[in-house]
């Protein structure tokens, strides 16, 4: 095993909160759900990403400031579900700051507006801080680091977790139009789920 890979593996683990014992045994060891990032969403509420077992999960982080990258993510997220049909519906799209610094529910709940997000398909949540930010950011694999004015240099990373919470697939495709390979992937997923 890699060194690095040992160590976000080492930090991932030590990251973890004790889940009840039955819980905990129901879930892979890779399972992103083991995870203890508390977040609040739009609407005020607090889940943690264990609420949302049960059913596959896009999730990406973003901030809403953004002005670059992030829109396109956005839009991206949109196309991709519209490509996968029916199936689709099948989805929770899961979208996390990278901001908690400055990112709201109220400025949250007003980038679903704007961009036009069915608040039954999408989420958009923020960790509590820094740290739970960066825990996920870590176990997703997303890069990040805060620039001077406000602006988040991040890797644009879409991932995909079945029911349990392992990863199935991923994409870093930063455009509008989906990544034909991952809406292959989605499809395959989708059809097991």
Do not use: W
Request: proline letters at 5%; charged letters at 20%; aromatic letters at 4%.
């Amino acid at each position: 095993m890699k060194r690095r890979t040992f160590l976000q593996c080492a930090a991932l683990a030590a990251a973890v909160a004790p889940l009840s014992g039955l819980h905990a045994a129901a879930l892979p060891g890779d399972s992103l759900y083991r995870l203890n990032t508390a977040l609040v969403d739009t609407q005020n509420q607090r889940f943690t990403l264990a609420d949302l077992a049960g059913k596959p999960l896009l999730v990406t982080m973003f901030y809403g400031d953004c002005n670059t990258a992030c829109p396109i993510v956005i839009e991206n997220l949109k196309q991709t579900v519209t490509a996968l049909g029916a199936s689709g519906k099948k989805l929770t799209v899961l979208m996390v700051s990278l901001d908690p610094f400055h990112d709201t529910p109220g400025s949250l709940s007003q980038l679903m507006t704007t961009h036009k997000l069915d608040p039954r398909q999408f989420r958009i949540a923020v960790a509590k801080d820094e740290s739970q930010t960066r825990m996920l950011a870590s176990a997703l694999n997303i890069k990040y680091r805060v620039l001077g004015g406000g602006e988040i240099n991040h890797t644009t990373r879409i991932t995909l977790l079945d029911g349990a919470g392992s990863v199935l697939a991923s994409s870093s495709k930063l455009d509008v139009t989906p990544d034909p390979a991952f809406v292959k992937q989605l499809l395959a997923a989708l059809k097991t789920a």
